[in-house]
């Protein structure tokens, strides 16, 4: 079993629906909970972290994490074709972060 | 500010071959790390540097692979002896703890 799980996708969406991604893990010492988007052939971009449980909101984004569970979530609200990339979850341990697959969002006008 | 600089961002080489990526952290960033992406594939890690201390190697996925890190600053992952199954985007990264800031990463091509 991996660290981190997350479902590859694709999930393909209208423009102006909520997303819900999510990953699940197994290592219940982390304690970062990160969320990068990734466009083609480009690096993977920080969009935000979240320090142990709870939720945190960061513009259109909302980052939730549930320990009790081992499972975090990202939401977007009002999605737009802009938002079409790869999304990994990573999880830092004592210095390194583990990262889910990714999940691949295509957002359609 | 400038962000983490990689370079070259595509190399073709000959399998057999030894190739040398580069990477220019986020100055003032202690820590680095290189990560391995492969086609519909996470991110693998491959070596973490940290300040002075002795790197983490743990990722390294054979001894033909090496890094070196310069003053503190910019490293070198050294691939001797190219495989095939080499072939990867090669990301690195550096962090003021937690938060990980990556470069474009280089495209490795071992034909």
């Known amino acids: 079993q991996k660290e981190v799980e997350q479902d590859p996708g694709p999930l393909s969406v209208p423009e102006g629906a909520i997303v819900s991604l999510n990953c699940t893990y197994s290592n219940s010492a982390f304690q970062y909970f990160m969320w990068y988007r990734q466009y083609s052939r480009k690096g993977p971009e920080l969009l935000m972290y979240?320090?142990?449980?709870g939720n945190k909101e960061d513009g259109r984004f909302t980052a939730q994490v549930d320990k009790s569970s081992k499972y975090i979530s990202l939401f977007i609200r009002d999605s737009q074709p802009s938002d079409s990339a790869t999304y990994l979850c990573a999880m830092l341990g004592t210095d390194k972060l583990i990262f889910g697959t990714g999940t691949r969002l295509q957002v359609f006008p | 500010g400038a962000g983490v600089s990689q370079s070259p961002s595509n190399k073709v080489t000959e399998k057999g071959k030894d190739v040398e990526l580069r990477c220019d952290p986020i100055?003032?960033?202690?820590?680095l790390y290189w990560y391995r992406q492969s086609l519909g594939q996470g991110l693998e890690f491959l070596i973490y540097f940290q300040g002075n201390s002795a790197p983490d190697k743990s990722g390294l996925p054979s001894d033909r692979f090496s890094a070196e890190r310069t003053g503190g600053s910019v490293s070198t992952l050294t691939i001797q002896r190219t495989q095939q199954e080499d072939s990867a985007v090669y990301l690195c990264?550096?962090?003021?703890?937690?938060?990980?800031?990556f470069g474009p990463g280089t495209r490795l091509t071992v034909t």
């Open positions: 990264a550096s962090s003021f703890s937690p938060e990980q800031y």
């Open positions: 979240t320090y142990s449980s």
């Open positions: 100055s003032g960033h202690t820590a």
